[in-house]
């Protein structure tokens, strides 16, 4: 089953002005004040590594780290507990997590992808029906249904019972991240610069002229209006009219690793030269002189304090802001 391929311009100006996707002509950027507490947590702490690949909060506040290596840590804000192949994680590191509805968790390994609902962690592989076992991202739907984006054979769905994939024969199967929006619409971001989306009917791809924008993160607002984080800033879009964000606007870079959006739908990026923080007018740019453990931000969750929680390759920091300025 195929990708349909409808493929448009991946859109670099605002063509409509349109709310919830507006750029500010006068490219804003708001002052660089800490305006919160900042919170460290490394290997000292129970880490089990400080190479932090991905972050998800699950639906009791818990808060799960994929390690690069050392297998994955959960932290209750008192304990840390580590889980590795010994449990029965399928590798020794987690590229990507997400949470079902049923506050099962999954995790995207180098060697297929694990569940562990507190008690049990079952794995599935190829032999399964997933396309590849090299996975890169993953994603549950409000059906409950799992998406899982792989190096190199598209992405598998899985309701629990029948594994289905989705693929091209054009190379655009290397699928880096996934986000469901609002409406349970899926969104896929490739490594060729390739975004498609999938209502559970119908693929509509949008794709970049040249096709070497890599996709690494989705976002989604609570207007429902996606942010992707990509190599050369970020874009989003609001349903009609797509928008993009560089360092001439207040992004303390172009490379974005990582996308969140907060319970105020103010949005945060990882970049490789700190957190940026856009709350529709407004950049503001956080760094190690204010507390961020390192400059690479290489995932981001929120929890359901609003606390913002960034994994970097020395560790993880939390900031809770304080202030409205």
Same mark, same amino acid.
């Given at each position: 089953m195929g990708l349909l391929k409808v493929f448009g311009v991946f859109l670099l100006v605002c063509l409509v002005t349109l709310s919830g996707c507006d750029k500010d002509d006068n490219g804003p950027t708001g002052p660089v004040d800490s305006g919160g507490t900042w919170t460290t947590y490394t290997t000292k702490d129970g880490l089990a590594s400080n190479q932090v690949s991905s972050i998800v909060v699950d639906a009791d506040n818990v808060k799960w780290f994929g390690l690069e290596y050392g297998g994955v840590s959960s932290f209750d804000g008192t304990t840390w507990t580590t889980y590795t192949m010994e449990y029965g994680l399928a590798a020794d590191g987690?590229?990507?997590?997400?949470?079902?509805?049923?506050?099962?968790?999954?995790? &995207? +390994?180098?060697?297929? =992808?694990?569940?562990? !609902?507190?008690?049990?962690?079952? +794995?599935?592989?190829?032999?399964? %029906?997933?396309?590849?076992?090299?996975?890169?991202?993953?994603?549950? $739907?409000? $059906?409950?249904?799992?998406?899982? *984006?792989?190096?190199?054979?598209?992405?598998?769905?899985?309701? *629990? +019972?029948?594994?289905? +994939? @989705?693929?091209?024969?054009d190379g655009t199967n290397d699928v880096r991240s996934i986000a469901v929006d609002t409406d349970n619409v899926?969104?896929? %971001?490739?490594?060729? *610069? =390739?975004?498609?989306?999938?209502?559970?009917?119908?693929?509509?791809? @949008?794709?970049?002229?040249? &096709?070497?924008?890599?996709?690494?993160?989705?976002?989604?607002?609570?207007?429902?209006?996606?942010?992707?984080?990509?190599?050369?800033?970020?874009?989003?879009?609001?349903?009609?009219?797509?928008?993009?964000?560089?360092?001439?606007?207040?992004?303390?870079?172009?490379?974005?690793?990582?996308?969140? =959006? !907060?319970? $105020?739908?103010?949005?945060?990026?990882?970049?490789?030269?700190? =957190?940026?923080?856009?709350?529709?007018?407004?950049w503001t740019t956080y760094t190690t002189k204010h507390g961020l453990v390192d400059l690479g931000a290489r995932t981001i969750a929120v929890d359901a304090d609003n606390i913002k929680w960034f994994g970097t390759m020395i560790g993880v920091s939390s900031f809770e802001r304080t202030t409205s300025h």
């Amino acid at each position: 089953m195929g990708l349909l391929k409808v493929f448009g311009v991946f859109l670099l100006v605002c063509l409509v002005t349109l709310s919830g996707c507006d750029k500010d002509d006068n490219g804003p950027t708001g002052p660089v004040d800490s305006g919160g507490t900042w919170t460290t947590y490394t290997t000292k702490d129970g880490l089990a590594s400080n190479q932090v690949s991905s972050i998800v909060v699950d639906a009791d506040n818990v808060k799960w780290f994929g390690l690069e290596y050392g297998g994955v840590s959960s932290f209750d804000g008192t304990t840390w507990t580590t889980y590795t192949m010994e449990y029965g994680l399928a590798a020794d590191g987690a590229r990507s997590i997400a949470v079902g509805p049923n506050n099962v968790k999954w995790f &995207g +390994t180098a060697l297929g =992808v694990s569940s562990f !609902d507190g008690t049990t962690w079952i +794995t599935y592989t190829t032999e399964d %029906g997933l396309a590849s076992n090299n996975v890169r991202s993953t994603a549950v $739907d409000a $059906d409950n249904v799992k998406w899982f *984006g792989t190096r190199d054979g598209g992405v598998s769905s899985f309701d *629990g +019972t029948t594994w289905i +994939t @989705y693929a091209t024969d054009d190379g655009t199967n290397d699928v880096r991240s996934i986000a469901v929006d609002t409406d349970n619409v899926k969104w896929f %971001g490739t490594r060729n *610069g =390739v975004i498609s989306s999938f209502d559970g009917t119908t693929w509509k791809t @949008y794709a970049t002229e040249d &096709g070497s924008n890599v996709v690494w993160s989705i976002a989604v607002g609570v207007d429902n209006v996606k942010w992707f984080g990509t190599g050369r800033g970020v874009s989003c879009f609001n349903g009609t009219t797509w928008t993009t964000y560089t360092t001439e606007d207040g992004l303390a870079s172009n490379m974005i690793l990582s996308t969140a =959006v !907060d319970a $105020d739908n103010v949005k945060w990026f990882g970049t490789g030269r700190g =957190v940026s923080r856009f709350d529709g007018t407004a950049w503001t740019t956080y760094t190690t002189k204010h507390g961020l453990v390192d400059l690479g931000a290489r995932t981001i969750a929120v929890d359901a304090d609003n606390i913002k929680w960034f994994g970097t390759m020395i560790g993880v920091s939390s900031f809770e802001r304080t202030t409205s300025h």
